[in-house]
């Protein structure tokens, strides 16, 4: 890889890392990247994917503020990110994804809509009695449904993750987030370990990615918290229709 290359790789995976934290569209940044240095696209996806889990590492630490009293629940819906991160890579290395891709686009939309009305949505539920600390057996299955997305691919997976945190778990947003970076660390942690374990990665691609990557956690991690949840809330959902958009023009 050239200098040049290089250069565009990192400065890709700093901003992936920053986008991570707070929204969760880096891959739409660091894939198409590595692509156009000439990676084959799966072995673009493999690597992209293993070079931003630092990356996510970073994000959790710039969180740890907010993850206080949150471990019995990082555990819980922990365990639903890695089953699904492990099943998604698996997907992406033995079958086809076509009709796979054809879904995400809708699936990210639906998420926007979902973290817009959250609110009323919230209150809904609340008045049913289906609020539960650690979000219930319906989020945590919701969750390793989101964990085979990110770790198949996982564009917009943060978005989709704090829209289901903040619909069935009542507690501050800037809380969820964090633990949402928490979640897509798992997710594409143990995808990770699929990819490195029966897969061709990259090291150098990876490596670049990695490295601007976990100075953007750093950053987003700044930058995240000081948004007030109202501001949050819009910031994601914008996020995630710009993703749903570029992968519908893609894709349709």
Request: aromatic share 6%.
């Amino acid at each position: 890889m050239s200098l040049s290359s290089a250069v565009l790789v990192a400065l890709a995976g700093l901003a992936a890392g920053t986008m991570n934290v707070i929204v969760g569209s880096g891959s739409l940044v660091t894939f198409p990247t590595l692509l156009a240095v000439g990676l084959a696209p799966v072995l673009a996806n493999v690597s992209n994917t293993v070079g931003l889990v630092p990356g996510s590492v970073s994000g959790v630490t710039a969180y740890r503020r907010e993850l206080r009293g949150q471990l019995a629940r990082a555990m819980r819906l922990g365990l639903g990110s890695v089953l699904g991160g492990v099943a998604g890579a698996v997907l992406l290395l033995a079958l086809p994804g076509t009709v796979f891709r054809r879904v995400i686009p809708v699936l990210i939309v639906v998420a926007c809509i979902l973290m817009a009305v959250q609110p009323r949505v919230s209150r809904w539920i609340t008045e049913r009695g289906d609020r539960h600390p650690h979000g219930g057996s319906t989020l945590l299955g919701a969750i390793f449904a989101t964990g085979v997305y990110g770790g198949y691919f996982g564009a917009a997976q943060g978005v989709i993750l704090l829209a289901l945190l903040a619909t069935f778990i009542e507690d501050d947003l800037q809380r969820l987030n964090g633990l949402k970076n928490v979640l897509t660390s798992l997710a594409n942690g143990s995808a990770a370990v699929v990819f490195i374990a029966a897969s061709h990665v990259s090291w150098e691609a990876a490596g670049l990615v990695a490295a601007g990557a976990v100075t953007g956690g750093q950053i987003g991690g700044r930058v995240g918290r000081r948004l007030r949840p109202s501001v949050l809330r819009i910031v994601v959902v914008a996020g995630g229709l710009a993703v749903s958009g570029v992968l519908f023009y893609k894709y349709y």
